[in-house]
């Protein structure tokens, strides 16, 4: 559900800043439906949209402006930010002002548990698996999309705040190619440390 409405909401903000969308994906694996360049995969864990770019496509003059990279500088922001903005609705409708709270929290969390996986991030798991005990499904929802939003947050090209930073620099080329090589790696080592967490926690 989450990943849906992260997804929707870039879908939505690229195509009403006149971007054509040319696909839709949420999820990976084998494809469950798809319809008019919307997919819904079997493993719902992550999703992606796939916008015109003559960077990649061959394309007439004219079709230029329904391109993503031929968008200004805040256009090119505002898509990917408008997921994780879908994410911070709900919860602070739900949660109120502390929903903005958990958000800042969220983005040192995932950080620092990261970092010392075995004893801080193993912790957290604990306070997780106690708040998911004694909270009602609504709560849990909240509290999850907004530590959702504080994942895709983080400054990594291949996450949304780094595809932001990315944007509003513009750096050359090489550089973009670079820093999305060590993004992946870096993403890669989050998600392993906080796999160890876990194991942690459950060992």
């Known amino acids: 559900m989450l990943v849906v409405i ?13 971007v054509k969308v040319l696909k839709v994906s949420m999820g990976f ?7 008019k360049g919307y997919t819904v995969k079997l493993f719902i864990l992550g999703g992606f949209i796939q916008m015109l770019d003559s960077r990649i496509d061959d394309l007439e003059e004219s079709d230029l402006k329904y391109t993503f990279d031929h968008q200004n500088r805040l256009k090119k922001a505002l898509i990917p930010l408008s997921g994780c903005v ?13 929903a903005l709270t958990q958000l800042y929290t969220g983005i040192y969390q995932i950080t620092l548990g ?27 929802f909240a509290f999850t999309s907004i530590k959702l939003a504080a994942f895709n947050l983080l400054p990594l090209p291949v996450l ?30 989050i998600i392993v440390s906080w796999l160890l967490a876990i194991f942690t926690f459950a060992w």
């Open 6 to 18: 992260h997804t929707l909401c870039m879908a939505i903000t690229a195509r009403s800043f006149g």
């Open 29 to 35: 694996g084998p494809s469950l439906f798809s319809y």
């Open 86 to 98: 879908g994410l911070i609705i709900i919860p602070f409708i739900i949660l109120g002002g502390d």
């Open 114 to 140: 990261s970092l010392k996986p075995i004893s801080i991030g193993s912790e957290y798991v604990s306070v997780i698996v106690d708040f998911v005990s004694n909270n009602t499904l609504i709560i849990i």
């Open 160 to 189: 949304n705040g780094g595809q932001v930073i990315i944007e509003i620099l513009s750096p050359p080329e090489k550089i973009c190619e670079v820093l999305f090589k060590m993004g992946a790696l870096t993403l890669f080592i």
